[in-house]
């Protein structure tokens, strides 16, 4: 289920086994990093919010650097080790690794999950040599359902199962060049950036820590009004070194129009209206959905 990011399906087999990418691999070594930095405090009906992960600057650098220190430390302290690091871009499956290198439980919210919740990264390395490995942890989430019962676009088929096509994580950061499709648009509420739904409401994130790692480069929540006031040129120097930045204006741009219409605001009016004659086909579309969707509310 991985909607249309076609990297995931490149390679499944060495996704699967570690030795298809590193064939002397005899051991994974995994990194957990808190990235909790803020709470979300009352945000009010003209902000967009962002996913907690979006608030550092792109993880990918920091924790590439940690794991190539760590991978450093390994070769000096053995000479003759080998080691690979690895973070998102390689073609591990590193969730699965990770749990089985003991670093928590995969929650029904299909998130690696601890004791002290699941606002972390992972980064990895993979050892030409054999260390004693951690026990895997244990199952925690008993009967709890909230994570299930709270996605607001019904993207868990079964515990533990993630259909990307229909997450608000995907259409946000991922579906860049196409519209949300409609039947989920309402379920993204105030979402500009990522989803954090069901993991917030997970009682294990109560004793998540601090991040010591990342520091804040973004607030939690944004004005609408302000980020659709940004062109390609100013939104690019806005978001240098941040996730959006990645995913680019136009996609974030169209979030935001989603947005104003979720929020029944009928300030974001004008807003629309302009960007209902934008030659960007999604953004007039997407205009032009919302305006709708404020009309029906405000009469
Ligand atoms: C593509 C991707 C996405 C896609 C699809 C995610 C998906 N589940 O398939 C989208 C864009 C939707 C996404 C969303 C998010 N992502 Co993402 N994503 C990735 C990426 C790059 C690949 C994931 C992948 O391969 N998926 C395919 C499935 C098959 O594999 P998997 O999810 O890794 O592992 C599953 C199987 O092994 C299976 N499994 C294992 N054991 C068991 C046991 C049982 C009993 C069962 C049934 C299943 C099972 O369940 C595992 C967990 O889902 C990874 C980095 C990486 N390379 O792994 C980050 C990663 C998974 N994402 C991450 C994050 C933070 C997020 C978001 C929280 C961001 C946000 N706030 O918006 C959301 C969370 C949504 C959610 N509830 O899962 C972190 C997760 C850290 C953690 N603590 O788990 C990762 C690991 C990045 C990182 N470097 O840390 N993501
Ligand atoms: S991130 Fe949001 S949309 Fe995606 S599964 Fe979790 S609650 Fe649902
Ligand atoms: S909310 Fe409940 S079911 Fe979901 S991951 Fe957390 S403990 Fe598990």
Redesign the pocket.
């Known amino acids: 289920?991985?909607?249309e990011?076609a990297y995931?399906a490149r390679d499944p087999e060495a996704?699967a086994d570690i030795k298809r990418w590193f064939p002397e691999a005899r051991t994974v070594v995994f990194g957990?990093f808190s990235?909790l930095i803020d709470s979300p405090n009352n945000p009010s009906d003209s902000d967009g919010r962002l996913?907690?992960?979006?608030q550092p600057p792109d993880?990918h650098d920091t924790?590439k650097n940690i794991m190539r220190e760590a991978a450093a430390w390994c070769t000096h302290e053995w000479p003759g080790t080998s080691a690979k690091v690895?973070?998102?871009?390689?073609p591990?499956?590193?969730?699965?690794y990770?749990?089985f290198a003991g670093l928590?439980w995969?929650g029904k919210?299909?998130?690696?999950?601890a004791r002290t919740g699941?606002?972390?990264?992972?980064?990895g390395m993979a050892l030409d040599r054999d260390l004693e490995p951690d026990a895997p942890v244990t199952d925690h989430c008993g009967s709890c359902t909230r994570?299930l019962d709270v996605c607001p676009t019904d993207?868990?088929p079964?515990?533990?199962?993630?259909d990307?096509s229909k997450?608000?994580?995907?259409f946000?950061?991922?579906h860049r060049k196409k519209p949300i499709p409609e039947e989920f648009r309402e379920g993204h509420g105030n979402w500009i950036?990522?989803?954090?739904l069901?993991?917030d409401v997970c009682p294990w994130n109560r004793f998540a820590p601090k991040s010591s790692v990342f520091e804040s480069r973004l607030p939690l929540h944004m004005n609408l009004e302000e980020l659709a006031a940004l062109d390609p040129t100013s939104f690019n120097k806005r978001f240098k070194g941040t996730p959006l930045r990645r995913t680019g204006w136009a996609a974030v741009i169209r979030n935001v129009l989603l947005a104003m219409g979720n929020s029944k605001n009928s300030r974001h009016i004008p807003t629309l209206q302009r960007y209902a004659e934008h030659e960007d086909a999604i953004l007039a579309e997407q205009a032009r959905w919302s305006l709708e969707r404020i009309d029906k509310i405000t009469a």
């Open positions: 289920m991985h909607a990011m995931m996704r957990a990235y996913a907690r992960y979006a993880y924790l690895f973070v998102d871009t390689s591990v499956l590193e969730r699965l990770a749990r928590g995969v919210n299909s998130m690696l999950l699941s606002y972390f990264l992972i980064a994570c993207a868990f079964e515990p533990r199962v993630l990307a997450c608000i994580a995907y946000t950061v991922e950036f990522g989803c954090d069901c993991q």
